[in-house]
DNA sequence: TTGTACGCGTTATCAC
DNA sequence: GTGATAACGCGTACAA
């Protein structure tokens, strides 16, 4: 493997210009500068970056840490971060942590040893105290998920607005009782069942907590068996509203099943656009974020943080989108 | 930021005793560590990995380099990666190529400038000869998808078997117009359609090239597009074999759509038994395979390769099963 | 058992 | 415009 001395030698140069060469310092005759191009061409020379590495004490590296790799609206997430590091030239890694806090800091060690420049995490299992104090020393953004007031910058949408515009649709196309599946443990879920809860107020109607189910988990299993809940109640919803798509399909699944079907007994509305929602029969209205501009943006957030570590925090709220399909058409569909 | 100097000045001892603690070395007293690792702890040392790295010209962290994120077989196999890397002390990262094949050079560069000791690729859209060469000077593998022939260790099911097991199986209740749909450009792909013509070979029934769809993508949406081809025929088949989940997703909408349910005029077949399988309304039957185990093997055949790059290049194959659901249920659904 | 000194490959500062 | 050379933080051969 040749290093930056066989380069000089071989164009009979010092290794100070061969490096100047190589970060295109303009201090460097066009003679010289070619001759050293064609020496690295001819034996093949590619700097270490272990050395420069050490030297800048820097990575040009970020990693983003998901909950879960499986996750369909994640993924337009990272496609925006990517993009937007590419015109930054940074990298970007992703590791999964699973929810398991133990793994997460395992992680989180990476800043402290100087791997990362920077992390992005994409909800944490974490004390958010402990998160605020690793953002003072470290680069360090979240996205989508956060705590409120948390001194860390963040990136996502309005959660309580969705979950306000989405009950809102369903309280207009006339549904009378309708039913949440949430999760408190997360920031995102609990922030649109406030929104549940606005809008049902602002409708004049009761909140009813037989009809919130909050300790579920993000799947269609899940779904299934809220659903089950919620229709062997005395007098069931008449519309389910769900925090993810895969919940609404497990909904959905549940109700055929019981020989009802999505849109007409009973609305069902999910969140985050994802193919499931396009792909269950019925097709499943859902919330859709702005996924790509989300990344984007919570990289552009980092970028900031690791020029300038001092640079205040910042929230940033992007806009988000309903999306009427079959199984909650909205206002045509009124009863 | 507190480097070894720093311990070893507070220790009052040298560097080199302090690297050792750090390093385990048994040649220190019992006394001078206990001190050394008193201070670490006091001044909250944390070893620099860009100088290690440096120095041992190691980053004991692997890249694993997948198509895209969104997807839920691929998912199960990093868990199994994971898991096996922890056991051997390596960090896993994960970045996504989009099919992109200067994106996927770029990341390959990696290994050049030493940012990472050895890569996974699941799948590849770059000429096996090129990665050929690669693997030559660089710990690399292939998970799941992989050339015939190549000089690179390999992990994955055997796909002809799978394709052939799955066909048989629809074969033996009854069906008699297996139609496929597959996707020339994947290895996996055009084995299990080596699979799915042995099988009817076999059972002898004629090979109709119309019944074979080979350029579509994994999504639901083509899916639904291939079974509407094939239902137009003038003698539709009795059952379909798709290469994915999502692709039999759409087929199964499709024939809803069309009046039909799948499992009784049509049979489908999807494979990865992956949520979505489940999730739709009638379930989908599959081929599942050992995510886990695949991924877990990869990895040890990467460290393999970082322990040695002159070990053997080894090509693995691991058990698939089928698992049978509404619709295709099997024998017991003979006509 | 411990310390000294060198080198890993690069960039940056200073002289010329 | 170019060259010596000192760092960056660490591990290890060698000496003591």
């Given at each position: ?165 989405a009950v809102k649709t369903l309280l207009q196309s006339g549904r009378e009782r309708i039913a949440m599946i949430s999760n408190q443990e997360m920031y995102s879920a609990r922030q649109r069942t406030q929104g549940y809860r606005r809008a049902l ?105 690791i020029e300038n570590q001092k640079s205040p925090e910042r929230t940033i709220l992007l806009a988000h989108e309903l999306v009427l399909r079959e199984s909650a058409p909205g206002k045509e569909k009124q009863r």
């Amino acid at each position: 493997m040749p290093t930056i001395k066989d380069v000089a030698r071989a164009a009979q140069v010092s290794v100070a210009t061969v490096s100047r060469v190589l970060n295109q310092d303009k201090n460097v005759s066009t003679q010289t500068r070619e001759k050293v191009l064609a020496v690295v061409q001819e034996i093949g020379y590619v700097p270490n970056v272990l050395g420069r590495n050490l030297r800048k004490n820097t990575t040009d590296r970020v990693l983003v840490l998901i909950p879960s790799l499986s996750n369909q609206f994640l993924s337009g997430v990272i496609r925006g971060m990517e993009s937007e590091a590419r015109k930054l030239h940074l990298q970007v890694m992703i590791s999964a942590t699973h929810n398991d806090p133990e793994l997460e800091r395992s992680y989180l060690e990476l800043l402290h040893n100087h791997s990362v420049d920077g992390m992005i995490l994409v909800g944490s299992t974490l004390p958010s105290e402990e998160l605020a104090t690793l953002s003072q020393q470290y680069p360090l953004v979240m996205c989508s998920e956060w705590e409120e007031g948390i001194r860390i910058s963040a990136v996502g949408i309005d959660n309580e607005r969705a979950g306000y515009d989405a009950v809102k649709t369903l309280l207009q196309s006339g549904r009378e009782r309708i039913a949440m599946i949430s999760n408190q443990e997360m920031y995102s879920a609990r922030q649109r069942t406030q929104g549940y809860r606005r809008a049902l107020l602002e409708a004049g109607k009761p909140f009813c907590p037989e009809y919130l189910i909050e300790r579920y988990e993000y799947t269609y299993r899940a779904g299934m068996l809220a659903c089950g809940k919620l229709m062997a109640l005395p007098e069931p919803p008449d519309a389910i509203f769900a925090v993810s798509d895969e919940i609404a399909a497990g909904v959905c699944k549940k109700l055929l099943q019981m020989g009802l079907y999505p849109g007409k007994e009973v609305a069902v509305f999910g969140f985050d656009n994802t193919t499931v929602s396009k792909i269950v029969t019925p097709s499943v209205s859902t919330v859709s974020q702005p996924k790509k501009k989300i990344g984007e943006t919570a990289l552009h957030l980092l970028a900031e943080k690791i020029e300038n570590q001092k640079s205040p925090e910042r929230t940033i709220l992007l806009a988000h989108e309903l999306v009427l399909r079959e199984s909650a058409p909205g206002k045509e569909k009124q009863r």
